[in-house]
């Protein structure tokens, strides 16, 4: 073949490169690569604002550049044994594998129903493990205009323990409240509390201790809080604070067990079947 007919082959095959998106615009260069416009698709989420779809494919472009620099650069230094990602593509690929085989195993065969008994029994043989790290509350809350004329009487429904009280306290609530929380069987970390109200405690434990009926306010709001209990950090949380912990850890368990149980199975299978040898 002359050198004629091999330029014009080389030609052909660059030529094909660089006009294959020769309809689209092109975004940046960095030598002989090049960003084009349907290299952003996917990059700025639909319905994002025009001053912020600019700005964040402003970073893309300016990220593909610096990172095409650096890898051009990368190439020029690094010897052919450097570049050999061989062996860590393939260990990549198989460690992917088995994740997703292993996923897929959970998903689709795992039990994933904990019962109450099973609860309650994990968490009876591990309290060590649930000692609280802050302090929690079960209480009422309810955040009202200043100038509401309800306060007196929602502070009085509070204190109710009549099922009609409990309605008639939500419905004004509903209806006057700013904001409001009053399911008290649930536990609530005190310093989520804090975040409502404006109040500066200095010692949490002695607040707690002293107080079980609070009003206070600002120059916006009435804010009132009945206390029906507490747990101060350190000692045992309360199990029903802990329920969804304790089923995550079952949970995991069984995954573990599961995944372990068919590794198992799969290598004393294989082994009747005399399908591997160790040498």
């Known amino acids: 073949m002359n050198r004629t007919i091999i330029l014009l082959l080389i030609f052909a095959t660059s030529c094909s490169t660089f006009f294959k998106k ?7 260069r960095v030598y002989d690569e090049y960003l084009y416009e349907s290299d952003l698709k996917g990059v700025v989420a639909p319905g994002t604002l025009p001053k912020d779809s600019v700005l964040m494919s402003q970073s ?7 990172q ?18 061989t062996k860590q593509l393939e260990n990549y ?13 959970v998903t689709q065969k795992l039990d994933t129903l904990v019962t109450e008994e099973e609860t309650q ?3 009876d043989a591990n309290q060590q493990n649930f000692l609280l790290k802050d302090n929690i509350v079960q209480l009422q809350y309810v955040k009202l205009p200043l100038k509401s004329t ?10 109710g323990s009549d099922p009609e009280d409990k309605e008639k306290l939500a419905a004004l609530c509903e209806k006057n409240a700013a904001d409001y929380f009053l399911d008290s ?41 009945r206390f029906k209990d507490f747990k101060i950090k350190e000692s045992v949380s309360p199990l029903n604070f802990e329920k969804q912990r304790i089923r995550d850890i079952i949970l995991n368990k069984r995954k573990i067990e599961m995944i372990g149980r068919m590794q198992e199975d799969l290598f004393t299978s294989a082994q009747k079947k005399n399908a591997f040898e160790i040498y």
């Open 68 to 85: 095409r620099l650096i890898i051009q650069q990368a190439e020029k230094n690094l010897t052919s044994a450097q570049m050999d990602f």
């Open 185 to 225: 069987e649930n536990w609530l970390l005190f310093n989520d509390l804090l975040k409502q109200i404006p109040l500066k405690t200095y010692n949490q434990e002695e607040f707690l201790k002293n107080h079980r009926d609070l009003e206070y306010q600002d120059s916006m709001f009435v804010y009132l809080v």
């Open 60 to 66: 893309f472009i300016d990220s593909w550049v610096r």
């Open 121 to 123: 029994n994990y968490y």
């Open 93 to 105: 690929k198989n460690s992917l594998t088995i994740y997703t085989y292993e996923n897929a195993l």
């Open 22 to 28: 020769k309809n689209e615009r092109v975004l940046a």
């Open 150 to 159: 309800v306060a007196k009487q929602i502070k009085k429904l509070m204190t």
